[in-house]
């Protein structure tokens, strides 16, 4: 079993950064992809970086490639995403959640496990 905090989220101004942290519990933590998704109000939640077990291969949604790098350091059981370049519409929670299913191209959010609780990320126009 994982058990995911995330933690980093606040209030910022459009144009700034934030660097997302998620630590997980649990000794097999490098056994699992991790992903970031995000839900804004009345959306539904979708889904924003991935990172295999290894760390050497990720993707990203089409609205944050270029601006978020998502990573991991396995001895230190965290992941991160690093958030560039933020605009109002990336204000969201942000979830950070643990699979075992690795799918090139992207594993569904139904394959995701664990979930964190969220932080919240705010970017003000």
């Known amino acids: 079993q994982v058990q995911l905090v995330e933690s980093g989220g606040g209030l910022v101004q459009a144009g700034d950064s934030l660097r997302l942290s998620c630590a997980a519990s649990g000794r097999t933590f490098s056994r699992y992809a991790m992903g970031w998704f995000r839900q804004a109000p009345g959306k539904e939640r979708e889904f924003v970086a991935a990172i295999n077990w290894s760390g050497g291969s990720t993707y990203y949604a089409d609205s944050v490639k270029g601006r978020f790098t998502i990573s991991r350091d396995n001895a230190k059981r965290m992941v991160y995403v690093q958030m560039n370049s933020l605009k109002p519409e990336d204000t969201a929670v942000y979830y950070c959640?643990?699979?075992?299913?690795?799918?090139?191209?992207?594993?569904?959010?139904?394959?995701?496990?664990?979930w964190g609780q969220g932080t919240q990320v705010t970017v003000s126009s």
């Open positions: 959640a643990a699979t075992l299913v690795w799918i090139v191209g992207g594993t569904p959010e139904s394959h995701y496990d664990y």
